[in-house]
């Protein structure tokens, strides 16, 4: 039991779009990722999603609207709902989901990213 | 699909150790939660739980250790250990944690308090 300082391990982060592993509870990961632009379109066919920003501002597009999301705002994607995450700026955010998620939903493509432990 | 704003919500908490539940995904809540003074000491038989500090100093005791934690700092607590929060001062947190949980873990006692939606 060793506490998990974000900040920190978002320091360690130079990437964009590359999910990585801080925590694990109860069959879920908790990751974190930085993006910038528009991501693909995407379900999960079993597994809910949640998404946390800590920094800048993020677009998640729904197929009928659009919710943007600051600092200290979530979102929880339920499983077979179509999103496609957009950030204008570096985002930068925390994710809670079941470690068999994949980060391009029910198909593997060229912005599949495995993710690892930092 | 609606945003939650963790700011909004912790405006609508007045008391302390008494969790709301803001959302809910893959058979587990999140909650918000002020504290202040000790709990009790505790654990949960099969549920992991997770607890993000969002202002104050928490210290989570161990039986063997202290870890103290600040604003943006995650711990993970696994099912079966002995744990006692303890705020000196007030402390804003959110958790994660299975529906199942009960915040005295294994016993209901004065301290046990039922979460409801906030």
Redesign the interface.
Known sequence: ???????DKLSQIHDHWHPRI?????D?Y?KLVKIEGEFVWHHHET????FLVLSGELT?Q?RDRD???HE???????HG?EHCPLARGEVSMLL???KSTLNTGTERNERTAEAEWI
């Open positions: 039991m060793r506490k998990i300082n974000l900040n801080v925590a694990e509870l109860n879920s908790v597994e809910d999603e949640l998640i729904f919710v943007v999301l200290g705002e979530i979102i929880v994607v339920p709902v809670l989901e079941p």
